[in-house]
């Protein structure tokens, strides 16, 4: 029992420590909550018809729940963020070893991806046959219909780039910092122009849901797998939250904008906003049906604008900018530490609490409040699941990660 409550006191009391950062906390609460507000009408498409789906796309509130699947950049720029801060932090103090930097991120997310894995395929859900390639962060490149939990594609993104492009592109921000701006730029370059040529190119593809029942399953998993899932499509979100981490540690930069004042701050906030608001706006009803073609084009030219918006409110966030204060103080409260350090395992858990759910009882004209409810309720369970892994298995095996690797840095860097 006394494990128990220590495990419980260490997911619901947050401990202010030197380099947290709380307003991460509320960020990254927020954004867990908005993609599986999203995921709840995502997957009702593959239990309704096109004609109920006509009917409540038109109820109140349905576009800002379909502009919600945007917010997994911010998850992606949060990654970035902190593992570059980190191995910069290290860079500085001589004590980064890249092997033992690899080992603790597999030690961090394969057990864990393992756990839930073997609940997905009790669960009855599709394709286990293929876990395999999701230990080894290769589901991404499987045709979707093929793929077994197919929106684990987020964390193979962010491995693959945190493991072969993030120390590398660490090391050079930190030893060569003009070289190190040349390479991203030309990384940033492509990320765009492929994304956006191929998005151009394929635009019927590039919806959210239900979208994939409106054209078609196999047109969304031409998308889905071409497109939307690759790691050279969300590099966008991932560079900048690399030079992001490594200006929080070796510049003032993160301090200079805190004490910019509001006159000088607000403009570029509108800016950037009008940027992505359009987003909001040209995905509208017309005569029944959803008008998607403005919505796919606009989409397709405003993923990176996207990364951009977010940037700014992080920057401005993080440092503490006084047009943001009140949010950075709503953001910073102790209550979205649980939810924080949950978002990875409510994130796997979730879609297959609302799979199940649809399964037992699916709504047959629902309105968006009862969408909320369905909301509540996936969120709740997955919440339970996610602390129960957290307080026997993710604590554990973190703390044995970490171990590692301050065992191997004593064992090399101390005489």
Known sequence: MDFIFSRLKRLFIRKQTKNRIPVIDGIKAFAISAVVFFHIFWVLGNYMTVENLDKILLSPGMPILLNFNGI????FLIAAFLGTAKVVNLYQSGKFNYGYY?????????????????VYIVAGLPNPLNCWTNLLYLNIFLDFNQQCMNWSWYLSVQEQFMLFLAPPIAFFLYKFPRTAWWIIGILGLYAVYHFRMQAIQQYQFTMPAPYHILYGKESFGDFFTGI???PHTRMAPLIVG?????AYV????FKFVGKIRLWWTLPGLILSALIIV?????ISPHHGIWEVEAGQMNLALTRHSTTLMFA???????????VLKPLEKFFSMKIWYPFSELSLLIYFYHLIVIEV?????????PLFIELMLYFIIAYLISFILSAVTNILLERILRDWGYKIAKRKEERVFVP
């Not at 690399?242 to 490594?246: A, F, N, P, S, Y």
């Open 312 to 322: 700014v409110i992080f920057i401005l966030l993080v440092s503490g900018n006084s």
């Open 102 to 118: 690899v080992l603790e991120r597999l030690i961090r997310f394969i057990p864990l991806l393992s756990l839930v894995l073997i």
């Open 242 to 246: 690399c030079i992001l981490g490594w």
């Open 250 to 253: 070796r510049t003032n930069f």
């Open 278 to 282: 359009p987003s909001f706006v040209l």
């Open 228 to 230: 939307y899932t690759l």
């Open 357 to 365: 759910l649809y399964r037992i009882v699916v709504p047959e004209n």
């Open 72 to 75: 997994i950049d911010m998850f």
